[in-house]
């Protein structure tokens, strides 16, 4: 694997994902449906791609094997989406993909907890620095703070739920290819996602021409661009630093609300920024 590859990969991902909280805040459709259309158009859009070129190599008795994990992570990845999502509708774009990239500590912990696996010295440097910086960028929004803002909490909440992703995604990442991982863990998120729907009785038509291109965007770009980027990372390096990277998503969230929403970034929010570029460089230099 070629360095650089590997940069641009994680570069591009960050980028990508950067542009979610836009693209949700611009729809003009509940948290729940913005979840469903955008795992069911992922997973429509990888489909073709996965019949064409993994269809004579996939092995269907081990798919059968791991069907439960393959569920289990589509679920965490719904459950994470609808967390995030409905949390922009009560904190700011901010505060909500700061706490909801979180998720190096959660990741860490719980790889030591069930997994005995240790994080990198360099690695957890570059946590330390990067969540120093996320806390500079959340106590420079102007809510009412993680105690009692709802929305907070769910991006909080949200953070935990992608953690466990990763951790238990690493493991089965391992042994698929990147096309048929992907396939099956978005389609499974969207089956679960449309069964929540169901459930909650969510108008599932009946939008703006708008909020479906944002649907199509919100899956082409953060979910089929983004996320994949960090899937296919995982096969290369750890949980722990693909978690660190993730944290390079509010920087470019406030870069694009700065231009789109005209949300001004303040100097708070310029240091922790910088320093969170700061962890990811100190945990790259351990893993790349």
């Not at 994902?17 to 429509?44: E, H, K, N, Q, W």
Request: net charge positive; glycine share 6%; proline share 3%.
């Amino acid at each position: 694997m070629a360095k650089g590859k590997s940069i641009l990969v994680i570069l591009v991902g960050m980028v990508s994902v950067g542009f979610a909280s836009i693209f949700i805040r611009l729809c003009d459709a509940p948290p729940i449906v913005i979840a469903m259309y955008r795992m069911t158009i992922s997973a429509i859009l990888v489909a073709p791609v996965f019949f064409i070129t993994e269809r004579n190599k996939i092995k269907y008795d081990e798919i059968k094997k791991d069907i439960i994990p393959f569920i289990f992570l589509g679920s965490l990845l719904a459950v994470h989406f609808i967390l995030w999502i409905t949390s922009l509708s009560y904190t700011t774009v901010l505060s909500s993909t700061v706490l909801v990239t979180t998720n190096p500590i959660f990741v860490a912990i719980f790889s030591l907890i069930l997994f005995k696996e240790r994080t990198k010295k360099g690695t957890v440097i570059g946590i330390i620095a990067a969540f120093i910086g996320s806390v500079f960028i959340a106590l420079s929004a102007k809510n009412e703070g993680v105690g009692s803002n709802f929305g907070n909490l769910l991006a909080l909440s949200g953070a935990v739920a992608v953690s466990f992703y990763l951790i238990f995604g690493k493991r089965l990442r391992k042994r698929f290819d990147l096309i048929t991982y992907i396939f099956f863990v978005y389609s499974f998120a969207a089956i679960i996602l449309i069964i929540v729907s169901v459930v909650t009785r969510q108008n599932f038509f009946n939008y703006s021409y708008k909020t479906y291109v944002y649907f199509f965007l919100l899956a082409l770009i953060p979910q089929i661009t983004g996320h994949t980027a960090y899937n296919w990372a995982l096969k290369y390096f750890s949980a722990s630093f693909i978690a660190v990277t993730i944290l390079g998503e509010p920087i470019f969230a406030t870069f694009f609300a700065f231009i789109i929403l005209k949300e001004v970034p303040t100097l708070i929010e310029l240091v922790g920024g910088a320093l969170i570029l700061t962890g990811i460089y100190f945990s790259g230099r351990v893993e790349i």
